[in-house]
């Protein structure tokens, strides 16, 4: 009854041996998926140069238009974001919303 036992038992299994990979002839750095972001990375400090960083009104002073609430004539307008200001708008509207410029061109 032993040996029956005993013929049944399963061997461990060998362990697997690794393989090793070749080593890179370029550093990480140099590989194209890293080169790929360069292009994205510029477009976006291009785009925020040129258009400007969004920036949230968070504060503003109006003139009421007689009965409709509705018709108002914004005096002035703070905005929050990366180049925080205050705005005298030209044409009595301030948006909620805003593409400001470091320079203060709008």
Known sequence: MTDRIRSKVIAEPRPCR????????????VRVR????????????????????????????YTAIGNDPAA???????YLGLHSRRVIPAGGSCPVIVLLTARGED
């Open 18 to 29: 690794q393989q090793k990979r070749a080593p890179s002839p370029r550093p990480w750095f």
């Open 72 to 78: 108002r004539i914004y005096q002035r307008c703070d």
């Open 34 to 61: 890293s080169l790929v972001w360069i292009p994205v990375i510029g477009g976006v400090v291009l785009a925020a140069m040129t258009l400007g960083t969004p920036h949230l009104r968070y504060r503003y002073s």
